[in-house]
């Protein structure tokens, strides 16, 4: 098994939810964007406290408007069903 295969396995197993998650991207091994290897969060999960810390230019707005971004699509999907 190669190292990309061995480590979408792991980000798959790592990532595997129950319920409706947000998909926050793809993972990067070795500076590669790795197709279908998504980091997701639960939403049943962000009813808590939370901490994105980071340095200078390191993306941490960028992140929170993903998350917000896809809470809204959520929402909007939710309501319009």
Known sequence: ?????QFLK??????????DYINMGSS??????????????PLKTLNRHG????????GKTKTLQVIA???SEKLFLCLKS
Request: no cysteine; charged share 20%.
């Open 28 to 41: 990067i091994l070795d500076g590669e964007t790795i197709a279908n290897a998504f980091v997701k969060i």
């Open 10 to 19: 792991h980000i798959e197993e790592g990532y595997a939810t129950k319920g």
């Open 69 to 71: 971004e896809n809470l």
């Open 1 to 5: 098994m190669s190292t990309q295969d």
């Open 51 to 58: 901490l994105i810390a980071g340095a200078t230019g390191t």
